[in-house]
């Protein structure tokens, strides 16, 4: 008995770090990450680098692009377009995957991980209103939605593969760190200084290039680290976003304190989940409070690391976008009229 073929999908992924042929990614990540993601989606997942057709020829990238396309078979392809000026140069443009979309009929999944500042939004809307759904990472998917009222966005969150965030087991030698961008964020530079002030050491590092972290590096100061600070408001102070790094903390199992916001909260419980802070001097405080105390600090970074893995995993954040998009796919063709047969 034959079995069914399994349905196929599409991700598209940078060959080269910034599009630099002389930095290429390691083959073998993006096989571990073929298989991982077919076996949490249950589709046969394929992985297509566009950077690399355009870095071999410009001229021709885009029509090498649908053909490839028309070849995989996918169902869905899915994009998270860059939005770094020194990568948007090699993003596959909206208007050639409304084309791959018409030629070869994959329905168009795109991840947007910024929503917060104005021409980003505008560029991303150009996506979503090809799209057959788009997803924010930030909690500020309304902004893009408010550009495309009649195409679907979701504010799910980032999705971090548990393979890599998770606790390692190691000592928790570092009080309290934040590994995160300080250089263009007066309101974080602000505040650690505060902290500084008032005897509370934080060790930094990461965001910013002239301090970047590599991927292990960073997932080992995570998991030295007993509590884990993050800033949600954006660096023109307009804004609060759900960061990446809130989940990148809790599962890799240091106490995350947040700041006062109106975002977090959808996710996350208070006092449950994260410790929120307002000014230096509370966050102080509350800091002191958890050091001083073992059992609460590791008894709330424990239910959040569980509320995470059982709502906000990567395995449920495919389910909840899959579904959607499927359900998405019945109501658009419910909608179309169907022709009266010929008599």
Sequence with gaps: MTSEPRRRGLIIRDRYELGDPNRPHDPANFESERQHLSEITGFDIGILHFDQLYVEDRTTCHIRFLEEIAVSQAEFI????????????????????????????????FSFGDCAYGWQTAYLAGYAAIGDISVSWDGQGSRVAAMVPDRTVLDLWAPRDERYFHDLGLERDIDVSFA??????????????????????????????????????????????????????????????????????????????????????????????????GDA?????????????????????????????????????????????????????????QQAPSS
Aim: proline letters at 5%; hydrophobic letters at 40%; aromatic letters at 10%.
């Design 78 to 109: 899915f994009y998270h377009p860059h939005l770094y000026v020194d990568q948007m140069h090699i993003n596959v443009r909206p208007e050639v995957l409304f084309a791959a979309r018409q030629i070869s009929g994959p329905r168009l999944i």
């Design 180 to 277: 995160g961008s300080r250089l263009y964020y007066p309101d974080r530079q602000a505040m650690l200084q505060s902290l500084t002030d008032l005897g509370i050491k934080v060790v930094t590092g990461g965001g910013d290039p002239m301090f970047r972290l590599s991927l292990r590096d960073y997932v080992d100061r995570l998991c030295r680290s007993k509590i884990s600070l993050n800033f949600s408001l954006t660096a023109d102070g307009n804004l609060h976003q759900f960061k990446g790094r809130v989940i990148e903390a809790i599962l890799c199992g240091a106490l995350l304190f947040e700041s006062e916001n109106d975002v977090t909260p959808r996710y996350l419980t208070p006092y449950r989940h994260y410790i929120p802070f």
């Design 281 to 337: 001097a509370d966050l102080a405080a509350k800091i002191r409070r958890y050091l001083g105390n073992d059992p609460a600090r590791r008894a709330v970074a424990a239910a959040a690391r569980a509320h995470v893995m059982e709502n906000l995993s990567e395995r449920v954040w495919w389910r909840r976008v899959l579904t959607e998009l499927d359900r998405t796919w019945l109501k658009a063709t419910k909608a179309v009229p």
